[in-house]
């Protein structure tokens, strides 16, 4: 038995491979191919947009997907959202799709926008955005280039996906408002999670990608520590729970080890040392499990 696995294509592709890499999995994706190979014979990759993974999952060609929470809303399609994965292009945040106009335009608010015209990928959501706020617009699908759009005169505004809000500023574009949040998720078809051994598969699977979330901010540091400094040492010391320490050989000396957030261990290493803390080292993780 294999499972059938949809891989995003797109924006999404090179922070996924790197994500399932540090999870352990191996995968190769060539430059023109939609099937990529992977170290895990048990798995079958396919390379696919994200705004198609939740209709091919819903529909029973693949077993499960990665996609945005908002392509999966946008589908309208039936899937289990098995788990969260907090991960974009730009770094470990959500996304947001906003409502953006030119910075020169008199639009300040969504009641501006009245019976104006207003280009996006995301129709669907968009179109009961403005429902609920009561304002009729004409929402029309765009395929690509949205931002490009406005300056040309083509529409009066976009629905855009943004992480940092960069690519729009350099548009010379503003928000207006949020019209929804957005993280990536695993989906699974519903049959296939019925499946006892599809379940367990595609379980582990969001074990070890979420594991490897959790360490993408962390870092390992053990040091050597005397006896008598332990206190002092430990009371700077951040830690998931508690730091491990152990004897060493050598008599009246322990070792500590712990994990931290990477941000922080610029600003307390001075001070482990400064407390007694020798042979300090910092070490990368590839997964935290909780």
Excluded: H
Excluded at 61 to 75: F, R, V
Aim: hydrophobic fraction near 40%; aromatic fraction near 6%.
């Amino acid at each position: 038995m294999r499972l059938k696995l949809g891989l995003p294509k797109g924006s999404l592709q090179e922070a996924t491979a790197r994500m399932f890499k540090k999870a352990g999995f191996n995968i190769s994706i060539g430059s023109r191919s939609y099937f990529p190979s992977i170290d895990d014979e048990e798995i079958e990759p396919y390379l696919l947009r994200a705004q198609e993974m939740a209709r091919y999952v819903a529909d029973g060609a693949l077993d499960c997907g990665i996609t945005g929470n908002d392509w999966t809303i946008e589908s309208g399609r039936d899937v289990v959202k098995v788990c969260e994965l907090i991960y974009g292009k730009q770094g470990l945040r959500p996304v947001r799709w906003v409502l953006a106009a030119p910075n020169d335009s008199k639009i300040k608010s969504a009641k501006d926008l009245k019976g104006k015209r207003i280009a996006t990928e995301l129709v669907s959501t968009t179109n009961r955005y403005f429902k609920k706020k009561n304002i009729k617009v004409d929402v029309e699908f765009s395929w690509g280039a949205t931002e490009a759009k406005v300056g040309a005169g083509l529409v009066d505004a976009i629905v855009e996906l943004t992480e940092t809000g960069a690519s729009l500023r350099a548009n010379n574009l503003k928000i207006i408002d949020t019209i929804c949040e957005s993280t990536t998720l695993i989906v699974a078809n519903k049959s296939s999670w019925k499946n006892k051994w599809k379940r367990q598969k595609i379980e582990s699977i969001a074990l070890l990608l979420k594991g490897a979330l959790a360490a993408e901010e962390k870092v390992g540091l053990k040091m050597n520590v005397e006896e008598k400094n332990l206190n002092k040492v430990i009371s700077i010391l951040p830690a998931m729970k508690k730091p491990t320490i152990s004897k060493l050989s050598q008599k009246g000396w322990c070792a500590i080890e712990t994990i931290v957030e990477e941000k922080i261990v610029r600003n307390i290493i001075p001070g482990l040392k400064r407390q007694g803390a020798q042979g300090i080292i910092e070490y990368p993780l590839n997964k935290v499990i909780i």
